[in-house]
């Protein structure tokens, strides 16, 4: 039932546009490869201008369980959901108990008064709508991303004065609508970057409170691990190395005389080494080749793997006889596809 509740809310917000146009998650057709290219586009744009890009990225506490369940209520009216389905959603969310097990005891039962059921199909899509009128709140000419609970704010200027002041502002607005709405940003995990190829330090101060926004020149976005200069080499590295550690268990069931065949092989690497090799590709295309090559070489090392071919053997007859593209082409089909989607 609620799997059926979920289809239909969801094809109601989709056919009327009620959700807002940067908002990716658990919604079809879009990931976060869309928001880690739509941030990176920008900085390049304003690489081009010689223009600087600060950023800010917002992390919400335990934002699912702290859902205010009457707030939601008035936002589901809000967004035109009336009838047998809003009162079959208050039902669902109201009287909702919950106790704690540790080894053979149980707590006393205890009344949930706020979150959104965990593990429930429809769980996911009220608090898209409860989310959904955070980024009204951010001041104009301000660009913004938003993945389910997961914000990025950012304004490119030539100069670091109307950057700051703009970010501050949408700072104070996140910090405002979170105090009313019932959640909490971390400021802990709330770090602020400024993007820029000059070779001069810029500095500079975001307060939330009364304290000031960590800087971090190095923040994680979604997975993708940025740097000011947008060079790509950290994530390159950081990607590598999950890479190789997913890479072991090809080796370890590659024995010689009991281990998995070539075609098994090929199945391990195409569904778990390839794809953290290709994470958002279509955003880091632009990284210098040498940084993408070490990549390449962990693919190298795969191939030779799955045929047990030795280091001598050419790089193009294992990619044919494996049947296996080059990640260069790969990447490249990968961002034309990103560049028709947009």
Excluded at 294 to 303: G, P, W
Aim: net charge positive.
């Amino acid at each position: 039932m609620e799997r059926v509740l979920a289809t239909r809310l969801q094809w109601f917000l989709e056919t009327n546009h009620k959700l807002d146009s940067a908002q990716t998650g658990y919604r079809q057709h879009r990931s976060t490869d869309d928001q880690v290219a739509y941030l990176t586009q920008d900085i390049e744009n304003g690489f081009q201008e010689k223009k600087k890009t600060l950023t800010v990225f917002f992390d919400m506490s335990k934002a699912f369980d702290k859902v205010w369940k009457d707030g939601l209520m008035l936002k589901l009216l809000h967004s035109g959901i009336r009838g047998r389905m809003y009162y079959w959603i208050q039902d669902f969310l109201s009287h909702r108990r919950a106790s704690v097990k540790l080894d053979e005891a149980h707590s006393p039962r205890f009344k949930l008064r706020a979150g959104v059921p965990q593990g429930s199909v429809l769980s996911p899509v009220l608090f898209l709508i409860y989310i959904n009128d955070l980024p009204q709140t951010l001041p104009r000419h301000v660009s913004h991303s938003l993945h389910a609970d997961d914000l990025a704010v950012w304004y490119t200027s030539e100069f670091i004065g109307p950057a700051i002041s703009k970010l501050q502002e949408s700072v104070n607005s996140v910090i405002n609508w979170a105090n009313k709405w019932g959640l909490e940003v971390n400021r802990n995990k709330t770090v602020a970057t400024l993007f820029s190829l000059s070779t001069k330090e810029e500095k500079f101060t975001l307060k939330f409170n009364n304290d000031a926004v960590p800087r971090s020149n190095t923040p994680t976005f979604l997975g993708v691990k940025l740097d000011s200069r947008l060079t790509w080499k950290h994530h390159i590295l950081e990607t590598n190395k999950k890479a190789m550690r997913k890479q072991g268990v090809m080796k370890k069931l590659a024995g010689t005389t009991w281990g998995a065949d070539s075609c098994i092989l090929k199945q391990v690497y195409t569904g778990t080494v390839r794809p953290t090799l290709e994470y958002a590709s279509s955003s880091w295309i632009t990284a210098a080749h040498s940084n993408k090559q070490i990549l390449d070489k962990t693919q190298n090392r795969s191939l030779r793997t799955i045929l047990g071919a030795i280091k001598s053997t050419p790089i193009v007859e294992m990619e044919k006889a494996a049947n296996i593209i080059p990640l260069e082409e790969r990447r490249r089909t990968k961002a034309i596809l990103h560049a028709e989607k947009k």
